[in-house]
Nanobody, 122 residues
């Protein structure tokens, strides 16, 4: 599967953005999907994940209550709605696909998008 993330940009603290990740191929619903992010000088970290049908989700503690992951299998797209953004949310955000649901490490995800930059100004 090929993934392409979009929707990043510059936003003030407290603002919102919605990221999208479009997938190619007919097997999108066979993959659990995740979002990761990588801030300058830091390792890539888990943000959120969603199960194959969208019925289960989980989040990193740092974004819980502010970010919402969702998916539309008819459109082969996964979303990340980000509200109440903070300067520390500044990072390149990546979407990723995995056959399994419940994984949070980069090594466990099989496919990656190219990343989209989110910059939150204070």
């Amino acid at each position: 599967v090929q993934l392409q993330a979009s929707g990043g940009g510059l936003v003030q603290a407290g603002g919102s953005l919605r990221l999208s990740c479009a997938a190619s191929g007919r097997t999108f619903s066979s993959y659990a999907m995740g979002w990761f992010r990588q801030a300058p000088g830091k390792e890539r970290e888990f943000v959120a994940a969603i199960s194959w049908g969208g019925g289960s989700t989980y989040y990193a503690d740092s974004v819980k209550g502010r970010f919402t992951i969702s998916r539309d299998n008819a459109k082969n797209t996964v979303y990340l709605q980000m509200n109440s953004l903070k300067p520390e949310d500044t990072a390149v955000y990546y979407c990723a696909a995995d056959w399994r649901f419940g994984t949070t490490t980069t090594a466990e995800y099989d496919y990656w998008g190219q990343g989209t930059l989110v910059t939150v100004s204070s």
